[in-house]
């Protein structure tokens, strides 16, 4: 199945075959970037979520077999903090979980309990890093374990946007003007002082020093219970990265917005949970400016066909590009001015 080809089944009906039977109904969830979400009633009190992922062809992420297997992993060792995971179906592109009911996080309303439990989830994924180690997880997606491999990313992605530029004179104005220069400036900065702290540009982080990461981490992705437990959901993304590039992304991911105060409380706790790891915090003063000036250009992935594409899939109708991609080119010369303006990084 690709994007634009029509599945043999229904989701109803693909539902129906894995539970082995028919749901009361099926509501479609608002919010699915990538996939269409379902909440399914089985009509006796008990309610699942069903996942349907895009099938984006040979080479692509398996997202699916990606956060199945992952949350399976999760749950074998104890951390309930997530879903349980409860059927897949490979050929249909559906997996099916445990609906987890409670209120989505405002971040800007966040507290520090949710934060403390944020430190206490990535406590509990170092906890089973030498156990995971043993096993078949995947990377991270966009995982970095070099400074080299981090401006690769950026590169390839600065190419891609700039393909699409040519019909795009404002984005154009600002990948050239506004971006270039700064990335300039980065990346002349980070190879100096990686260089006084003897860490070459394309030195890989060794697999022992590597982190399981959710990748697409924040209360974005979390839930509150009712009882104040906070699960954390959406794991295709989730594998092996750079402690210091999880720590970074958590921080700068545009859908954060937590206070100052808060994002220390999630930095120290952190701090504290690697403290025992070498060079997390060395490397965390070069990594994120880089992440952030990956952040600016994975904001306007809206100008992308393929991006777009995914998004109407899981949304079901066409997006309004031309103030969508206005909005995002406002967002990523916002990221860029907290690069330009962080100096010592997240403090």
Partial sequence: MTLTEPMTLTPGQVVTRLLGRKPAAMLLMAGGRNNQVYR?????????LAKFYPNEGPGSRDRLNSEFRSLEFLWENQVGSVPHPLLADAEARCGIYEYIQGESIDSAKASADDVDQTVQFVDQLNALHCRALATDLPIASDACFSFQELQATIDHRLQRLEGAAADNP???SFLTEDFAPCYADVSASVTGSGADLGLGMGELLPLQHRALSPSDFGFHNAIRRPDGRVAFV???YFGWDDPAKMISDYLLHPAQELGQDLRRRFLDGCLESFKTWPGVAQRLDLVYPLCGLKWCLLILNEFLPDYVARRTHARGYELDLSDLQGQQL????????RVQNSDAAPY
């Avoid at 406002?330 to 001015?337: F, V």
């Fill in 40 to 48: 399914v009633e089985l009509g006796d009190g008990q309610t699942r």
């Fill in 170 to 172: 404002e984005l154009a």
């Fill in 234 to 236: 959406d794991f295709e």
């Fill in 330 to 337: 406002d967002k990523a010369r916002r990221m860029l001015a």
